[in-house]
Each structure stands twice: as structure tokens, then as C-alpha cells.
């Protein structure tokens, strides 16, 4: 008990209550990658103690995965159409081993518009879309011609639930055992979710201690590193030396705790990382809207839009490694209202999310690996929408899951990435009758499988499958033997 009583006089005299949450831990900078906060009576204390200005020891900053490919995963809730109206999907022999027409009306695709037909299938970024595709259109509307002759991408034909959060699709934790990092944090996303977006991680792959920093708007991400009011009383080199003389008085008070020598080093060291980050970066670094690359992609008036301002905030952090990987959570995918227009306007719109990631990557010269999921997916009973946005396709009437499917994209600087083998562009394929095979692999009918073969082909890209069975043990894929089946892309790196 005698313990406790002298941990909140502590805290106390530190000028804070004892913290309860992982939100009171992030603002008294006792977890690395947080905002800053300094106490009213700071200036007085300095005048009085010039011992403050002495080195602290040197606990360091977190460095970015050196070499690791930034990782971004777009959470579209609701059901969104991927497999057909978007990506095509075929048979057994691939993409291109076109489903028969009733397939791909259940699809959204009426008659005239199936795959075979002439004009119907687009492959500009290496992985097949149809030609009509909104999200293709919105990729292309935000990403040049040099980018997207450097992308390519692969489809992976696997079911999930409907309209639910409970699909364990985002592979974020994973991604970051995997070895991506951030020099402020590990993850970030849009939601202040354990899994930074919508659907949830994998159970076996959750480590609350690198729970994703949720970022969803231009001063979520500049609150990253803030020294308050400092910054608008002195200069960032005087800032810095006034957070290098909290961390010192702190320190005394520190050594007085009667917790483990390991507690006290967390928390000597979680301050020196502090004031290091306050000394290394500033709120205006990481300020997407303060970014000149940024905004010659996103444009001022882009950005008064939260799916574009969701989008720029989590980007500019990982693709500049202060994050190592982010999950861009975009809402209202259950667009099945006997329309088809709703549905190609939300399309449109993550399109151009995508594609302004992708030009982003290709702006400042990084790789980068793009992963799309839904939690389930719609059909279409062959109903025409001819309106302007409906565009003459087949109107959306219901969630179906067994329509579902997931892709990714993966941009490199050094040319467009390579597939291990021809076949790899689709892994799984569909039915005739326009519903997936949920036997075709072990990732078809099992989310849980389907995240661990993101983390894989995460790390065959950065060419680190060798290390796979110890980052995820329990992953369900089957023996090493079996995994080159599930991985579509060559090293990157």
C-alpha cells in the first residue's frame, strides 16, 4: 500500500493524477511518439536549477525500419464491390479465364460490359481491372503515367462477413512484427480502434503495446510531437532545451519510485524520447496540409474533404517513415440502395485515395504497398441504373458475402514489381455462377489466414519469407513448402 501512496505523491509533484488509460500514458510522454506537455511553473524551475541543462542519458529515438516497405491499408466499411465491377476475377486459369455472363451479372457487370467483351479489361496497373472500373478511374485521376507503369497488384478471391466489425481482416500488428516501424510510432489509423479502422486484427497477432496512434486529420498528425504553448514563447532550439530540463528534474524523482529498475528505465527513457523527438521534428513537419509535395496531389480544396484529409494525414507519416504502417478507414461501403450511382461515387472516391498515395510514394521516391479489404461484399439481380452516375451498369440489392474478394497494390521506384509466376496476379478464383471458391486456397473461407498471407506477401516483398513462421506462428498457411502458393510478388527491396 505504502508503494502506491509514494507513487501518487510522485505524480503529484509532477503535476499530474496517477494515469488510468493508454490516452493518460500517450499525453504525460510516458510512450514514445506523443504530444508534449510542460507545466506552468517550468520557466521558475529552470531559473532556479541550473543543473537542468546537464546530458541526459541517451535513451534514443525509435528509427524507421531501415529498408522496410511502407505499408497502408484501406478499410472500406460496409461491403464494398471489389470482386468484377472493379478488379475482374476469373476461374481457375486466372483473371483472364472470364466467368460466363450470368457470372458477372451477379457481379454488376450487365451484357455488354462482361470481360470478353471488346475494350472491357484494362491491365495499365499490371493487375486487371475492368476498363470502366471506378475505382481504376479514381487511381488514375490522382496518379501519372510514371507512377503507374511502377505498380502492380494482385487480387485474392477470399470471403467475410457482412456489415460487421468482427472480420479479423487488418493485418497492421502483423505488418509491424514484420518489422516495419516508425521513427514516432509503430501504427497509426483513422480510428481510435485497437486495430485503427473498422474491421478487426487478428487476435494472435494483437501487441497492445504498439496500439495504433489514431490519426485522422491534419493536427492529429502534428500533435504527434507539440510542445504547446512553448512553441509560440521561444524558439524550437529553446523549446528543445526547456524539454531537456523537464526531463532532467524529472529524473530525480523517478529514482525515488521503489518500482523495478525496469520501470524506471521505461520511464527515464520514454522522457528522454521525448525531448529528442520535440529536438528532431516539429508539428509542421508532419502537417500534410504544410507540405508542397503533398498538396500538388491533394489540393487545398481536396483537403476540406475527410476522406481526403483521413487519407493525406496517415500517408504523409508512413511513406515518410514516421510511421511504419496505416490503416485509412473510409465509410459508407454498404451501398446496396437499388442504386448503382451511390456506389460508383464512393468507388470514385477511394480510387482517387489510392491512386493519391501511390503518386505520393512516387513523389518522394519510396515503396509502397497498398492493401484493400471490405467486410463482405454486394450483388446485383441484373437491374439497369442508366442515370449519369450509375453509368448504364447493374444497380447494387444486397450484402454477399460469398462475392467478396481483396487486393493489393505495390509501387517501386526501381520498375514495376515482378510476380514469382504468371499465375499470381489472382490467387483463388471464382464459380461460374459468380460466387467465389471458398476451398480454391486456404485463405478463401478464413479471415484470420487471409491476414496472416497479407504479412507474408509483406514480407516476401521486402525478402524476409525466411523469418515468416517466427513473426507469425500461429498463421494457419501449412509447412514453408506450401506458402510460395500464396505469394504473387518478387523482393522489391
Given at each position: ?320 517513415g514516421y510511421a511504419g504502417a496505416g490503416t485509412i478507414e473510409l465509410g459508407g461501403y454498404d451501398y446496396h440502395d437499388s442504386t448503382r450511382a451511390n456506389g460508383e461515387r464512393k468507388d470514385f472516391a477511394a480510387g482517387q485515395a489510392i ?139
Open positions: 500500500m505504502s508503494k502506491h501512496i509514494e507513487q501518487n505523491k510522485l505524480l503529484n509533484m509532477l503535476g499530474h493524477g496517477r494515469p488510468m488509460t493508454r490516452r493518460d500514458f500517450l499525453g504525460r510522454g510516458l510512450i514514445p511518439g506523443v504530444g508534449i506537455l510542460a507545466a506552468p511553473s517550468l520557466l521558475g524551475l529552470l531559473m532556479r536549477s541550473p543543473a537542468a541543462y546537464a546530458q541526459a542519458a541517451d535513451c534514443g529515438v525509435a528509427t524507421a525500419a531501415v529498408g522496410k516497405v511502407p505499408f497502408l491499408a484501406f478499410d472500406l466499411s460496409g461491403g464494398a464491390s471489389i470482386a468484377g465491377s472493379n478488379v475482374i476475377v476469373g476461374g481457375p486459369g486466372g483473371q483472364l479465364d472470364f466467368l460466363p455472363p450470368e457470372g458477372y451479372l451477379k457481379l454488376g457487370l450487365p451484357a455488354g460490359m462482361t470481360p470478353d467483351k471488346a475494350n472491357q479489361v484494362n491491365t495499365q496497373l499490371g493487375l486487371a481491372f475492368h476498363a470502366d472500373s471506378a475505382f481504376l478511374r479514381g487511381i488514375v485521376s490522382k496518379a501519372s503515367p510514371e507512377t503507374i507503369a511502377n505498380v502492380n497488384g494482385a487480387v485474392i478471391c477470399a470471403r467475410s462477413e457482412n456489415d460487421t466489425g468482427n472480420n479479423p481482416h487488418n493485418p497492421m500488428y502483423g505488418i509491424a512484427k514484420a518489422g516495419a516501424n516508425g521513427s514516432l510510432v509503430a501504427l497509426i489509423g483513422n480510428d481510435s480502434s485497437e486495430s485503427g479502422g473498422k474491421s478487426r486484427a487478428p487476435t494472435t497477432m494483437v501487441d497492445l503495446s504498439i496500439r495504433p496512434t489514431k490519426v485522422a486529420k491534419a493536427s492529429d498528425a502534428a500533435g504527434l510531437v507539440n510542445t504547446g504553448k512553448l512553441a509560440t514563447l521561444m524558439n524550437p532550439e529553446d523549446a528543445a532545451l526547456v524539454m531537456k530540463a523537464v526531463e532532467q528534474l524529472s529524473a530525480p524523482k523517478i529514482n525515488k519510485l521503489t518500482e523495478s529498475q525496469l520501470v524506471k528505465t521505461l520511464m527515464t527513457c520514454s522522457y528522454s524520447q521525448t525531448t529528442a523527438a520535440a529536438t528532431k521534428f516539429t508539428p509542421a513537419a508532419l502537417d500534410p496540409t504544410q507540405d508542397s509535395k503533398l498538396t500538388q496531389i491533394f489540393t487545398a480544396d481536396n483537403l476540406k474533404n475527410e476522406v481526403f484529409m483521413r487519407t493525406a494525414s496517415v500517408m504523409k507519416l508512413v511513406i515518410n491512386g493519391a498515395a501511390l503518386e505520393y510514394a512516387k513523389v518522394m521516391q519510396k515503396p509502397l504497398m497498398i492493401y484493400v479489404f471490405s467486410d463482405g461484399a454486394v450483388d446485383s439481380n441484373g437491374q439497369i441504373d442508366n442515370s449519369t452516375d450509375g453509368r448504364g451498369k447493374c444497380v447494387w440489392k444486397g450484402d454477399n458475402s460469398s462475392t467478396a474478394s481483396v487486393f493489393f497494390l505495390v509501387y517501386s521506384p526501381k520498375g514495376r514489381p515482378q510476380l514469382t509466376a504468371s499465375t499470381k496476379q489472382q490467387i483463388g478464383f471464382f464459380k461460374a455462377n459468380g460466387s467465389l471458391e471458398t476451398t480454391a486456397t486456404p485463405i478463401s473461407n478464413n479471415v484470420d489466414q487471409l491476414a496472416a498471407a497479407i504479412v507474408l506477401n509483406y514480407m516476401a516483398l521486402n525478402n524476409d519469407v525466411g523469418k515468416f513462421g517466427q513473426v507469425i506462428p500461429s498463421n494457419g498457411l501449412g509447412a514453408p513448402s506450401a506458402w510460395d502458393k500464396l505469394i504473387a510478388f518478387q523482393p522489391i527491396v
